[in-house]
Nanobody, 129 residues
Framework: QVTLVESGGDSVQAGGSLRLSCAAS????????EGWFRQAPGKQREGVAT????????NYADSVKGRFTIDRDNAKNTLYLQMNSLKPEDTAMYYC??????????????????????WGQGTQVSVSS
């Protein structure tokens, strides 16, 4: 069983930055696609960024391109999301997720929620104008 624990969420003003972390523990994980998702009140959960761990290829939602960066520290088994130039519309609960399966880069880029078997509990990001 794999456990994911997010941290780093906070309340910031527009234009500010945050760095979210997702620490993974446990065993039995051999997937190759990890990502960050978010869910605002009254809205569906949406993909923010994914990373294909075999190649390091990354993919971003259009709304965060150029502002957010996903990366991974393999030694620490930790996934990160650097968020710059934050906007009020970025306000949401942010979740990290990992897929159990062995997927293609194209599948990982799809940000299809059904690919992801392991989810963290979420960390709240609030951006005020």
């Amino acid at each position: 069983q794999v456990t994911l624990v997010e941290s780093g969420g906070d309340s910031v003003q527009a234009g500010g930055s945050l760095r979210l972390s997702c620490a993974a523990s446990g065993y039995g994980y051999s997937g190759n696609c990890e990502g960050w998702f978010r869910q605002a009140p009254g809205k569906q959960r949406e993909g923010v960024a994914t990373i294909y761990t075999i190649s390091g290829n990354t993919n971003y939602a259009d709304s965060v391109k150029g502002r957010f960066t996903i990366d991974r520290d393999n030694a620490k088994n930790t996934l990160y999301l650097q968020m710059n130039s934050l906007k009020p519309e970025d306000t949401a609960m942010y979740y990290c997720a990992a897929g159990r399966g062995y997927y293609s880069d194209r599948s990982c880029r799809s940000m299809n929620l059904t690919l992801f078997d392991f989810w963290g509990q979420g960390t709240q990001v609030s951006v005020s104008s």
